[in-house]
């Protein structure tokens, strides 16, 4: 037959919650020749699914009358839209063999298929098969030895124009640093799953799987899991997520037959130390998932005091369903080629992620990148000579993370090793370990001691806290006060200074105290403080075993300060050498004996001190002075 109309779409035909049956009248040669498409009355696009969602009726002679009809499952509702359009594969299929039959109706199909695909490419203003596709999201074109690194990702790893680079950009950098040739093009989107890379057309009329299938790559990474459980952006159930994500798989495999496809998972915990969802701790997981408090002065706020605290039942599920879709997408190795795990949970612990407390920052992306050029690393057929380097450390984002802290229990402490902090400084310091939790590199400074004197100062200081923000304290439990004690700035320092003779004044009569901060959704703390007298008051004694006081010199006495310090003074004279000349009371002695060597009357003495509190004075007894001395109580 003669192709006579260059027409290859149908409708868009308007629902009317009646409707299931949609003609077409172009030829096709099989059902799955059809892309059909609905759009919702908020212009969402959705493929639907040949089987799932519809069947194909083809006119039984597609050269004398092209088309069919298609029968959708369930009636096209009102405010939708549906579109019937071509969408034959670029394959040959024929095979015309020397002094076999040659039959018309063989060249015939093969001379309307290439007319039928040119009027395809006309269509989509642009080709189909994918020979030039961009890298990291679009443009540019590739050279025949470059290989293609299709991503299925979610805004983890997609790239966002505003943002700084992508985990995609980097490890496009170092796949090329180290000995490949390849670009990496992102086919994710923010807020991407399983089912929305099925089923949302969002790159022209592709979904992400029609989008890749089209570039035919030489290798197919799909990041996704985390939207479909933990977030639940679609309201899936968990046995629906596993169907859309084999759904995936098995689409990628049936267009491509040998080409890698690596699931990459998501990791959002503390898989060391944690294997169920059912016994989470909110500093197990990714920080925007953690339970905040619905009480107390930490209601609502992110602080160091709920890390301990269980995350929600509903948020346990929510993980365990991770756990049991990450398992049963790694039973499928009859259709992906192998997992590689980026530990996301670990890239937060790390401190990179941004106050959002789930996107990466820029240190953040580059250990995303380095957890997915670890796992390319293993992909030889495609890349067989990728370099490494001497230094895990630097290479392997679990080396630098078993190196930057220490396991306690389930704990894992800084270990502000030389290696961390060098880590640091190469990724423009953005990583912030101390405070991961936060998503950002706050810290504050609070004076743990203050006297109640003229030189004595009570400083607090934030920084990098989030511009704009008041400052609040709670005093020991306490609510936080109403009005702020300051505002953070544009560079999110605030700070305030109290001399020690106003502490009284400002609500801090002598005594220690517990200080909280809270910053926006941000609490600081808890700090001690203490506020000390350091006034001295003499106390005179009761002489003992005739000892005196020398004539016309200071009183004798002894006094103790804020920091438990006890002073002597005075000069003692005329008593038994060897004896008491007094005893100090209860909270006055020392922790052990003190000895102390004095001044006689031109003779050497010693003054000895018993945790019974007697002052011995041994030596001269023409005169004896007691000046200078002083212990610790503490």
């Known amino acids: ?17 009646v409707s299931q049956d949609f003609p077409f009248n172009f030829k096709v040669f099989a059902a799955a020749d059809l892309l059909i498409e609905r759009t919702s009355s908020a212009a969402v696009v959705s493929t639907l699914v040949l089987g799932a969602e519809y069947t194909v009726t083809l006119n039984a002679d597609q050269n004398a009358n092209p088309g069919g009809t298609v029968r959708l499952f369930l009636p096209l509702p009102s405010g939708f839209t549906l579109s019937i359009t071509s969408a034959i594969q670029p394959l040959q299929s024929v095979n015309l063999q020397n002094g076999g039959g040659f039959y018309p109706s063989l060249v015939n199909d093969a001379l309307d298929k290439l007319t039928i695909l040119v009027q395809q490419v006309i269509m989509s203003g642009g080709g189909s098969g994918g020979g030039s596709g961009g890298g990291s999201g679009g443009g540019g074109t590739t050279t025949s030895t470059t290989k293609k690194i299709a991503v299925i990702g979610d805004s983890l790893t997609a790239q966002n124009a505003l943002l700084d680079e992508s985990p995609l950009n980097i490890l496009e950098r170092l ?20 089912y929305r890379a099925n089923t949302v057309a969002f790159i022209g ?10 570039l035919a790559p030489d290798l197919i ?17 968990l046995s629906q997520a596993k169907a859309d994500a084999l759904s995936l798989f098995q689409t990628l495999r049936s267009a491509f037959s040998s080409t890698p496809i690596c699931y990459v998972s998501e990791v959002p915990f503390d898989r060391t130390n944690y294997s169920t969802g059912a016994s989470l701790l909110n500093k197990a997981v990714v920080p925007t998932t953690m339970t905040l408090r619905t009480s107390g002065i930490l209601q609502s706020k992110y602080s160091s005091e709920i890390l301990g605290d269980s995350i929600a039942s509903a948020t346990q599920t929510a993980y365990q369903n991770w756990i049991d879709l990450d398992a049963y997408i790694r039973s499928l190795t009859s259709i992906i080629t192998t997992t590689i795990d980026m530990n996301v949970w670990r890239i937060h612990r790390m401190g990179g992620g941004l106050t959002d407390r789930l996107h990466f920052n820029h240190g953040g992306s580059a250990l995303a990148a380095g957890y997915l050029y670890k796992g390319i690393r293993t992909q030889t057929t495609v890349f067989p000579s990728l370099t490494t380097q001497n230094f895990d450390f630097w290479e392997d984002p679990d080396t630098m993370f078993t190196t930057m802290f220490t396991a306690s229990g389930t704990n894992w402490a800084d270990t502000n090793s030389d290696y961390s902090e060098a880590v640091r400084g190469s990724l423009n310091k953005s990583l912030h370990p101390l405070t991961w939790y936060l998503g950002n590199d706050v810290s504050m400074q609070v004076t743990g001691q203050v006297a109640v004197t003229a030189d004595g100062v009570f400083l607090w200081q934030v920084d990098g806290a989030k511009p704009g923000q008041g400052v609040f304290l709670s005093i020991n439990g306490a609510a936080f006060g109403g009005s702020p004690l300051g505002t ?30 809270s910053i926006g959704d941000v609490v600081l703390g808890p700090f001690s403080m203490t506020v000390v007298d350091k006034t001295t008051t003499w106390i005179s004694p009761t002489m003992t075993n005739s000892w005196v006081q020398y004539p016309a010199t200071v009183n004798i006495g002894y006094s103790i300060d804020g920091f438990g310090v006890v002073k002597l003074r005075g000069i003692v004279m005329s008593g038994v050498s060897g004896q008491s000349a007094f005893t100090l009371p209860a909270g006055y002695r020392p922790q052990g004996v003190q000895i102390f060597p004095s001044i006689g009357n031109g003779l050497v003495a010693s003054v000895q001190i018993t945790t019974a509190g007697l002052v011995i004075v041994t030596g001269d007894n023409a005169g004896v002075t007691l000046d200078g001395i002083s212990f610790a109580t503490k």
């Open 488 to 517: 953070t700035d544009a560079r999110g320092v605030a700070f305030s200074a109290i001399g020690g003779v106003d502490l009284v004044a400002a609500g801090f009569p002598i005594g220690s105290y517990t200080l909280r901060y």
């Open 1 to 17: 037959m003669t192709i006579s109309s260059t027409v290859r779409t149908a409708g868009p035909y308007a629902g009317n919650d």
């Open 205 to 214: 009329s592709k979904t992400s799987v029609h989008r890749v299938i089209d």
């Open 175 to 194: 796949i090329n640093q180290q000995g490949g040739d390849a670009k990496v093009i992102g086919c994710g989107r923010d807020g991407h799953s399983f």
């Open 221 to 237: 990474l799909v990041p996704l899991g985390f939207n479909d459980t933990i977030m639940s952006v679609d309201g899936r159930t």
